[in-house]
């Protein structure tokens, strides 16, 4: 049985839907992740579970038992939030211990617990500081310590490293999976950013204007988006415009506007006739000197319109003789040669049958 499940869940404001007919489970010891632009309705979503709002249908169990009705307080969960919410004239031992002193702890157990937790977050010589003493990394591991103190059964994090410039932020970043593999404690994080719930997440859900549009491990999400918008919204991407030629098997011959015809693979059972967009990413696509030999079958003509260096990789965009662009994101890994072409160069865009995917209109 999941850990925490979400059935059917509406929750409007006005004549705003935030959150609409959202299902998930999630499993224990999983690290969880709400992705999506601003506004989607994430924090909706959070703030539902942690029991300071409710949803208007649909409902959420824990260990299969409904939450409705159930304060926050009550509830097995602490949520960590990005502005660390600490309070400012409490010790960092007095911060960490404050869930332990509202829940009646004796004094031995509460020592115990902060020096143990406040060591798991490597804060264990900052116990008498004041939270304005401490660094933003410091202050974010200080409130993690008092999230985790009580041994919550779920975690519940609101972009909780939003605040941090990107150094930090990546540290941080794992420190959170070694953190969250060592106490095994079900995190659900919440965040705008791709880069980081690729990161952290042993499964994300991608949402859009109050709806999932895809649940699936990072992997997946980024090889095998279901659609446009999670192509797009995970990682750079082509997205070509297509029609379907023929599908037979595993194979697929599509005719993109100006291009021609793309030879790709598909185990779906499609139709010839049917309209898409082929996405590819770019780290997928080769760009050649128009004179080098390349024998493959997706090969097009073109020149280096604009390139972005960015020392271990070039972006090249390059444009096709009939004015399709496509981005190219190519190692620089010869050695004594920073890079392979010039804006203007003569370059043909090559990539194999199986690199990109269709994605139905
Ligand atoms: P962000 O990344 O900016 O925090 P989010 O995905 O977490 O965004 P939510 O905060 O869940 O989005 O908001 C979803 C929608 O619901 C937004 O349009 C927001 O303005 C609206 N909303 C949220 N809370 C309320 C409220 N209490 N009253 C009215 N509208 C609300």
Redesign the pocket.
């Known amino acids: 049985m999941a850990l925490l499940e979400l059935r059917n869940v509406t929750r409007r404001?006005?004549s705003?839907e935030?959150?609409k007919e959202v299902s998930l489970a999630v499993e224990a010891g999983e690290f969880f992740t709400l992705l999506?632009?601003?506004?989607?309705?994430?924090?909706?979503?959070l703030r539902m579970i942690a029991g300071f709002d409710a949803p208007d249908q649909g409902d959420i169990l824990l260990d299969g038992l409904s939450l409705s009705g159930v304060p926050p307080e009550q509830r097995p969960l602490h949520t960590v939030f990005q502005s660390y919410a600490l309070f400012p004239h409490m010790s960092v031992a007095g911060n960490v211990a404050f869930p332990l002193e509202m829940a009646g702890r004796s004094r031995d157990e509460i020592k115990r617990r902060v020096a143990e937790t406040l060591a798991l977050v490597h804060l264990e010589d900052k116990g008498s500081a004041y939270p304005h003493e401490l660094s933003g990394g410091q202050k974010q591991r200080v409130a993690l310590a008092r999230g985790l103190v009580n041994k919550p059964r779920l975690l519940l994090l609101d972009?909780p490293l939003g605040a941090l410039d990107a150094k930090l932020r990546e540290e941080m970043q794992i420190e959170l999976i070694a953190l969250q593999r060592e106490v095994g404690v079900t995190f659900i994080f919440?965040t705008?950013s791709q880069q980081e719930a690729l990161a952290l997440s042993h499964r994300i859900a991608v949402?859009r204007e109050?709806r999932i549009e895809q649940l699936d491990e990072p992997d997946q999400l980024y090889t095998q988006p279901a659609n446009r918008f999670v192509a797009d919204f995970i990682g750079k991407i082509n997205l070509i415009e297509v029609e379907i030629i023929a599908a037979s098997k595993l194979r697929l011959s599509l005719r993109a506007a100006g291009l021609g015809e793309i030879a790709a693979t598909d185990p779906r059972p499609l139709q010839a006739g049917e309209r898409g967009a082929f996405a590819l990413r770019p780290e997928l696509i080769r760009v050649y000197g128009s004179k080098e030999a390349a024998d493959l079958k997706n090969r097009f003509e073109g020149h280096v319109r604009e390139l972005l260096y960015l020392g271990d990789v070039t972006l090249y965009k390059v444009e096709l003789t009939n004015g399709v662009r496509i981005e190219a994101l190519m190692p620089n890994a010869a050695p004594g040669r920073a890079k392979f072409h010039e804006v203007g160069d003569p370059v043909s865009v090559c990539w194999r049958h199986d690199a990109g995917v269709y994605l139905r209109n």
């Open positions: 404001f006005g705003l935030a959150v999506g632009p601003s506004g989607c309705g994430k924090t909706t979503i972009e919440v705008h949402m109050s």
